[in-house]
C-alpha cells in the first residue's frame, strides 16, 4: 500500500512538473488517502500482533 502511495507521489510531481495540474492534484489526493489507509493498517496490525493470547 505504501508502494501505490509512492508511486502516485511520483505521478503528481511529474505531472505538477509538465503543467498538468488536474491530474497533479488528483495524483496527490489519492496518495495522501493511501498512505493514510496504510497507516491505519499499519497500527491495526501491530496492535493486534501485541495481543497475548
Do not use: D, P
Not at 31 to 53: C, P
Request: no cysteine; hydrophobic share 70%; aromatic share 20%.
Amino acid at each position: 500500500m505504501i508502494r501505490w502511495s509512492i508511486t502516485f507521489l511520483i505521478i503528481a510531481l511529474v505531472a505538477a512538473v509538465f503543467g498538468f495540474g488536474g491530474i497533479a492534484a488528483n495524483a496527490a489526493y489519492f496518495a495522501k488517502i493511501l498512505f493514510f489507509v496504510a497507516l491505519i493498517f499499519a497500527v491495526f496490525s501491530f496492535l493486534r500482533g501485541r495481543r497475548n493470547n
